[in-house]
């Protein structure tokens, strides 16, 4: 069994010959459009590889095969049909009796057929049996009939050796020709001899141990018989009856599995309930990221969830992938723009209670990063302050009334820094200076009319493109000299 490159332990499910990879279910990039299946780093349809490689072959799941009759609906309709065809062949209406309750019971097995095929390893229910038993009934004996016919007619003109050989190429190719059939519905494709030696030909092996268990059976059939005594009664025949017809539907239910686990080569695609459900574009682009973070294309992967998030801009689970992402990258390139947009999206959100603690992520990959909202940074810087980070609440708000010289958040701001640095020893030379810009900053509030802070819409996310904020601070050595946890502040 080969596994996915990207889940080891899942089965494939495709393959692509131009990568030489092997895909399960996840990794592969459908085409909504063309109804395939499409490899993420070629772009080249993928060969789906069937369930020949994710299921068990049928020789390992012999115990399930014999146990899919016995349950109870199947038993009583086994039982049912069994008895009351012995029960018939004792009236007038014998032929007529036991044609109708075959074709019946053929219906069903058929249906046990059809239904493995699609994957599904519990019995069908009865009700599939209703319609159409004797058109089947009428076909599978006219493909015995023709069968029949050839071996007689070989044995008129060729003589009994080649009528021989001919009987048992055909018992040899019977299941080949009911899988055909089944598969087609169409007499002449099941009777061609090319399609049943292509059928062989591509199930090879297992076919041959198919036929070996469906000779046992039947040859079990005549022993079991043996034992419920020569004399003919309903009751003999219903045993008998009730034996072939269990081996029946175990035999049409190996066939069904054959049929399952070799469609792909045999071209017959099962549709099975998980293929309906198609992926929305944002999963495809999810696992196309995990493929390439899984091959180390970092750059690609990136690419992508810029796409990502430009597409699905209130995605916060997808932002916060990205995030991870980059944090785990440390691209210390683009985390700092990529956090803004991020942050903006917690804020808006309702969720200020993460926003720490992304920041702090965000500063441990790129130390330099302050956000760009003034908003944001005095909530940051509050948040800072009230646990106790007083050096992170003054280098948030260090520089804003340069930046944002009218901005009526600055009073409030530099208020906080003058409270953070009352905390910090170190920072005690500067606190007169703070205290200067403050009443300054008081003044210019009052000379001016009372401004509403403006509104401010996040910006697009970026990872790429937009230029770094760039911070005009002056180089000012701390007071101390030796400490180079603090920044340099300036208050001019
Ligand atoms: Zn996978
Ligand atoms: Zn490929």
Redesign the pocket.
């Known amino acids: 069994m080969d596994y ?4 080891p332990l ?1 089965p494939a499910a495709f393959h692509c010959q131009h990568c030489d990879i092997d ?2 279910g ?2 592969i990039n459908e085409d909504p459009y063309r109804d395939t299946q499409r490899c993420f780093h070629c772009q080249q349809d993928l060969d789906p590889l069937g369930a020949r490689n994710s299921a068990p072959p049928f020789w390992r799941r012999l115990q399930e095969t014999f146990h899919y009759p016995l349950q109870a609906q199947p038993l009583i309709f086994i039982a049912l049909i069994s008895f009351l065809s012995a029960l018939l062949s004792f009236t007038p209406f014998a032929m007529l009796g036991v044609l109708v309750l075959s074709g019946i019971m053929m219906k069903y097995c058929f249906s046990c057929l059809e239904s493995t095929a699609r994957g599904q390893l519990n019995p069908p229910d009865i009700t599939t049996a209703y319609e159409g038993g004797v058109a089947l009934m009428l076909s599978l004996i006219l493909i015995l009939v023709l069968m029949g016919g050839a071996v007689v007619a070989v044995g008129l003109y060729l003589g009994p050796t080649a009528a021989g050989l001919l009987a048992t190429l055909m018992v040899i190719s019977l299941p080949a020709v009911m899988i055909n059939f089944a598969m087609s519905e169409n007499l002449l494709f099941a009777l061609n001899p090319l399609n049943s030696i292509k059928l062989i030909h591509t199930i090879g092996l297992p076919y041959g141990l198919l036929l070996g268990f469906i000779l046992i059976m039947i040859s079990s059939v005549g022993a079991i018989g043996g034992l419920f005594g020569s004399q003919i009664s309903v009751l003999s025949l219903g045993l008998q009856s009730v034996v072939s017809n269990y081996y029946t539907v175990v035999a049409f239910h190996m066939m069904g599995y054959m049929l399952f686990q070799y469609q792909f080569e045999l071209g017959f695609v099962a549709q099975t309930d998980e293929d309906s459900e198609a992926r929305s574009d944002r999963d495809r682009l999810l696992a196309h990221i995990d493929v390439c973070v899984k091959e180390g294309q970092f750059g690609k992967a990136l690419k992508l969830f810029s796409e990502g998030v430009h597409k699905y801009a209130n995605d916060r689970e997808l932002f916060e992938m990205c995030f991870n992402f980059m944090c785990a990258t440390k691209n210390r390139e683009h985390i700092g723009n990529f956090t803004s947009s991020y942050l903006q999206l917690l804020q808006d959100q309702g969720r200020p209670e993460l926003v720490r603690g992304v920041f702090k992520r965000a500063r441990d990959v790129n130390t330099e990063y302050q956000p760009t909202d003034i908003k944001l940074r005095v909530h940051l810087a509050r948040d800072c302050h009230d646990s106790g980070d007083f050096m992170t609440a003054i280098k948030l708000i260090n520089g804003l009334h340069k930046q944002h010289p009218e901005h009526p958040l600055l009073l409030e701001a530099y208020h906080l820094m003058a409270e953070a640095m009352e905390q910090v020893p170190k920072m005690a030379a500067q606190l007169p200076a703070c205290h200067k810009l403050i009443a300054q900053l008081k003044k210019q509030t009052a000379a001016a009319p009372v401004q509403k802070s403006p509104q401010k819409t996040r910006p697009k996310p970026t990872v790429d493109s937009a230029p770094k904020p760039t911070l005009e601070l002056e180089p000012v050595e701390p007071a101390d000299g030796n400490n180079n946890d603090l920044p340099p502040i300036e208050f001019r």
């Open positions: 996915c490159k990207y889940h899942t895909f399960c996840h990794c």
